[in-house]
């Protein structure tokens, strides 16, 4: 399993990422994160409603109340024409990390993963 720690910066992205699609809530986008990761990740309670606060303040998600669901009030999130810019660059600067961190993977410890 990756730890948070190896991820840390791309949280709002996943986050961003389930957005895309349609509205969600908290339990459920933190599902569908799990899922699309092959459940080799897990995103925390903490982090998941830290990044909904974070990503709300700066203007790339808005909330709302939903439906009653067992006598509480589901808040859902939508992206915003500001968050699917931020998903974007959030996309390039993947793709050159990404870059940078395979030239430290050498060839010959990929292969055979011996000391």
Known sequence: M?????????????????LLSNDS???EISKEIERV?????????TTL???????EANGHVAS?????????????????KEGRALYQAKCREWAQAKTVI??????????????
């Open 2 to 18: 990756i730890t948070s720690d190896t991820l840390r910066g791309y949280n709002e992205m996943f986050i961003l990422f389930v």
């Open 25 to 27: 809530y908290g339990y």
């Open 37 to 45: 990761a092959g459940g080799g990740y897990t995103i925390k309670e």
């Open 49 to 55: 409603y830290s990044a909904f606060t974070r990503l």
């Open 64 to 80: 709302y109340y939903g439906d009653e669901t067992f006598g509480k009030r589901r808040t859902y999130y939508k992206i915003t």
């Open 102 to 115: 395979d030239r430290f993977v050498s060839e010959e410890e990929k292969s055979n993963g011996s000391d």
